[in-house]
């Protein structure tokens, strides 16, 4: 079974622009997670989809927002960017729900903002 | 709100000393809990998790974490570390039905050949 796929695996961008980050869980899952992941900071939860609808949310500004398709495949945008944003953003996904599963990690997307 | 804290950042020790890494968390009601981990280069995986029951769990490549509900803590353990097991440590704890996970900061362990 393939695992977490997240494309594309680096991206640069400059302060201002937005960027869309996209993420195809393990066949079958339909939970996807994403998380900032900093120097220091560990991993910082974002929100949470399952079935096309946001379960919950950290407490990130209203420039992060994400979606969920039907197959399950999940984006995330970030728009205005700032250089705060430049970290690993990590997807993770499940069968049902991160609460009693085990996430499955994808590689993360290196976001930098010059 | 949740959070979850890791008291070591850094930890080196040498190959066949013990491991102990703290964690602990702030919620009062029930909680699922976990340990990650990450080798350089690879993804995030699982190492053990708690649910409910024998508050002793063990999980892969022989690590344990016990879970000690009174003082809301989940350290992790290992009676004799190996060089391959040169990582970075998460605990993480969520609520059931709250689909939102709470990392630590990780703890880096270098384990010294």
């Known amino acids: 079974k393939a695992g977490v796929t997240q494309t594309p695996r680096y991206l640069i961008k400059t302060r201002g622009q937005q960027v869309t980050l996209s993420c195809s869980p393990i066949?079958?899952?339909?939970?996807v997670s994403w998380y900032q992941q900093t120097p220091g900071q560990g991993l910082q939860f974002l929100f949470e989809?399952?079935?096309?609808?946001?379960?919950n949310k950290g407490n990130f500004p209203g420039r992060f927002s994400g979606r969920q398709f039907s197959n399950s495949r999940s984006e995330m945008n970030v728009s205005t960017l700032e250089l705060g944003d430049s970290a690993l953003y990590l997807c993770?996904?499940?069968?049902?729900?991160?609460?009693?599963?085990?996430?499955?990690f994808g590689p993360g997307t290196r976001l930098t903002v010059l | 709100a949740q959070s979850v804290s890791q008291h070591n950042h850094h930890v080196i020790l040498s190959e066949a000393a013990s491991l102990e890494l703290g964690c602990n968390y702030s919620?009062?009601?029930?909680?699922?809990l976990f340990w990650y981990v990450q080798y350089p280069g690879q993804h995030l995986q699982l190492l053990l998790k708690?649910?409910?029951?024998?508050?002793l769990v063990k999980g892969i490549k022989g690590f344990e974490a016990e879970f000690i509900k009174s003082k809301f803590s989940f350290n992790l353990r290992k009676p004799s570390v190996q060089w391959s097991d040169t990582a970075e440590y998460f605990c993480?704890?969520?609520?059931?039905?709250?689909?939102?996970?709470?990392f630590g900061a990780g703890t880096r362990l270098f384990v010294k050949a």
């Open positions: 993770a996904s499940s069968p049902t729900s991160p609460s009693t599963d085990t996430q499955y």
């Open positions: 066949s079958g899952h339909r939970s």
């Open positions: 989809y399952f079935s096309e609808t946001q379960r």
């Open positions: 919620y009062g009601g029930t909680v699922n």
């Open positions: 708690y649910f409910s029951g024998d508050p």
């Open positions: 993480a704890v969520n609520v059931p039905g709250g689909f939102k996970t709470i």
